[in-house]
């Protein structure tokens, strides 16, 4: 079996709605990214993906969407309506979900199969140096 992976990172803000904890406030993380691909046989040029195309894709989907960007539920009217007269803002919305590492991560799995044509091994999201949420897809 053959493996590559791709690492990036990227700033968003976020908070965990209906959460009891810190993390029911507005605050920020620089998110690091692994994206794994697998296969078990390699292309003519003896690749499993070019590393180049696979973090092209990725990276500026997320660029776009969400680095320097708020990641909220969608149930989060009140931070959805305080951003929504602010001007240069970027919002991402998770349809009745937290943006917890573990969706986004289950997100940009998702993404990465839709723009890329393959489904990855997993992706693994670190949400600060000493932790981390994966998602492998359904078995």
């Known amino acids: 079996m053959y493996q590559i992976r791709i690492e990036f990172t990227f700033d968003s803000g976020h908070r965990l709605l209906d959460y009891n904890g810190k993390c029911a406030y507005p605050h920020g993380h620089t998110y690091r990214a692994e994206v794994f691909l697998e296969s078990q046989t390699l292309d003519k040029l003896g690749l499993v993906y070019d590393f180049t195309d696979l973090k092209d894709r990725i990276k500026s989907w997320v660029d776009e969407n969400w680095d320097h960007a708020f990641l909220l539920n969608s149930r989060d009217s009140?931070?959805?309506?305080?951003?929504?007269?602010?001007?240069?803002?970027?919002?991402?919305?998770?349809?009745?979900?937290?943006?917890?590492?573990?969706?986004?991560?289950?997100?940009?799995?998702?993404k990465t199969a839709e723009l890329c044509g393959v489904a990855p091994a997993k992706v693994r999201l670190w949400e600060s140096v000493s932790q981390y949420a994966e998602y492998h897809g359904e078995t």
Do not use: H, K, W
């Open 78 to 110: 009140e931070l959805i309506a305080g951003f929504s007269g602010v001007a240069m803002m970027r919002l991402y919305q998770f349809q009745d979900e937290n943006p917890s590492c573990e969706v986004m991560s289950r997100e940009l799995y998702q």
